[in-house]
C-alpha cells in the first residue's frame, strides 16, 4: 500500500541511513527531507535523487500528506520537534534517546495519545537479530538464572555537544537491557567524569541492581584506544558473549561454570568443580536492524499497531539516563528507582 508520504529531518550522520531505510522499504509516494544545514540536504539530494527536499519545517508540519516524521536531530532538538509534528497530526519516529527529561518524554506520550497517533523510538538495537536471538535464550532456560551482565560500548568519541556519553551510548545498553530482561532495575547509580569537555561526561561507570540478585555492570566511554561493543551474560548454567563488531559469530555460548559439590569426606564442605564444555554459536538473521526497525513502524501506522519500542520504552530509558546522571552528580549515590510507569 503506497498512499502516504514521508519526511525525513536531520540529514547528518544517522539521518542518511534512516532515510536509505526510507526510501528501501518502498512504502511512501513521496519522500521530503530537511535540514537546518542546506549542504547536508544537497549531500543526500546527490545521493537519493529522488527525494524532496524542504527548506522549512513548517511546510512539512502543513503538508497533509505526510503521515510519518522520522526525527534524526540531536536530542536537545527532538522534545519540540516531535511535539509540533504529533500536534499536526503526524506518526512519529524519534531518535535514540527519546527526550532529554522525563517530563518531556511524558507530554509527547501524552499527545500521541490523546491523538491516536504513534509514536516510537529508535531504539535500533532492539530490532536486532542478536538481541533477538539472546532474549530467546534467557527465556527458554538455557543460561539458568541471570547472575551477572557485563555491557560495554567504549571506543574513541564522537564527542556530542548537547549530550554526555551516559545519553548517547548507554541509552543502547539500557534499551537492549531491558529488552533481554523483563524484571525491571530498583537501583541504580553511577561514577563519571568529563575528561575533555568542562561540562559533557565522556566516561561512565553505570552499575543497576534487580531484586532477583542479578546485578549489571555499564561501561560506556568516548576515550578508548579499542571499539569494544561487547555484553556478557553469566548465568547459573552457561555463559554468553554478544560481540556486536563481529561480522559474524556475534553470539557465542559457552558451557561454563562453577558447580558446587558437597564434599562426601568432611562434614559441611563444599567443594568447587569448574566446568568447560561446547562453545557453540547460533546462526542470526542477515537483516539490517535499522530496515527492520523502520519497516516495524510503518507497519504500525497502517495497521493500527502498538510500536515494539513505543513512548513507554523511551520513557523508561530517559527515566534511568536521568537516574545515573544524577547519581554521578551526587558522587555514585545509589538512587532507588519507583518502579512507577
Ligand atoms: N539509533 C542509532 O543507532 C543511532 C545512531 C547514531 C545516532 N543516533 C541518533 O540520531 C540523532 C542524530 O545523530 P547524528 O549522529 O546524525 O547527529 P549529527 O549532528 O551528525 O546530525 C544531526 C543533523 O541534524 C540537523 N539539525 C539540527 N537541528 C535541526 C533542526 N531543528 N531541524 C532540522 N535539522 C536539524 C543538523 O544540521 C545535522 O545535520 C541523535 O539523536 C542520535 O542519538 C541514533
Redesign the pocket.
Known amino acids: 500500500m503506497k498512499n502516504h508520504s514521508a519526511a525525513v ?7 542518511p541511513n534512516v532515510l536509505r531505510n526510507v526510501i528501501d522499504v518502498d512504502k511512501f509516494d513521496d519522500i521530503y527531507c ?4 542546506i549542504s ?1 540536504i544537497d549531500k543526500c539530494k546527490r545521493r537519493f535523487t529522488s527525494i524532496k527536499p524542504v527548506s522549512s ?1 513548517e511546510n512539512i508540519l502543513n503538508n497533509d500528506d505526510i503521515n510519518c516524521v522520522f526525527i ?4 536537545s ?2 522534545y519540540q ?1 516531535a511535539k509540533d509534528a504529533l500536534l499536526n497530526g503526524k506518526n512519529v519516529l524519534i ?2 534517546p527519546m527526550t532529554s527529561t522525563v517530563e518531556e518524554a511524558k507530554e509527547l506520550i501524552d499527545i500521541s495519545n490523546k491523538k491516536s497517533l504513534k509514536l516510537m523510538v ?1 531504539h ?1 538495537f532492539e530490532f536486532s537479530p542478536p538481541v533477538e536471538k539472546i532474549k530467546e535464550i534467557i527465556q527458554n532456560g538455557m543460561l539458568g538464572d541471570i547472575y551477572f551482565i557485563s555491557m560495554t560500548r567504549i571506543n574513541l568519541g564522537i564527542h556530542r555537544k548537547d549530550v554526555s556519553v551516559i545519553g ?1 551510548l548507554a541509552t543502547h545498553d539500557l534499551s537492549i537491557l531491558f529488552r533481554l530482561i523483563e524484571e525491571e532495575p530498583y537501583s541504580i547509580s553511577a561514577v563519571s567524569n568529563s575528561f575533555v569537555k568542562n561540562k559533557l561526561k565522556d566516561v561512565a561507570f553505570i552499575n543497576l541492581r534487580y531484586k532477583s540478585g542479578t546485578i549489571v555492570n555499564i561501561n560506556v566511554s568516548w576515550l578508548s584506544p579499542k571499539k569494544i561493543r561487547e555484553t556478557i551474560i553469566v548465568g547459573s548454567k552457561k555463559m554468553l558473549i554478544y560481540d556486536d563488531t563481529k561480522s559474524d559469530e556475534k553470539i557465542k555460548i559457552f558451557d561454563r561454570g562453577v558447580d558446587v559439590l558437597k564434599d562426601p569426606d568432611s562434614f559441611g564442605e563444599y567443594q568447587l568443580t569448574y566446568r568447560t564444555g561446547d562453545i557453540i554459536s547460533p546462526v542470526l538473521e542477515a537483516t539490517e536492524p535499522l530496515k527492520i526497525e523502520i519497516s516495524h513502524f510503518i507497519d504500525c501506522v497502517n495497521n493500527g499497531l502498538k510500536p515494539k519500542t513505543d513512548g513507554y520504552c523511551g520513557l523508561k530509558v530517559v527515566r534511568f539516563l536521568e537516574a545515573a546522571e544524577k547519581s554521578s552528580d551526587r558522587g555514585g549515590e545509589v538512587i532507588i528507582i519507583n518502579g512507577a510507569k
Open positions: 529531518i536531520g540529514l547528518g550522520y544517522w539521518g530537511h535540514d537546518l544545514d547536508k519545517y534524526c536531530t540531536p536530542l532538538t527532538h520537534l531518535e535514540k529508535g535500533t548517547d
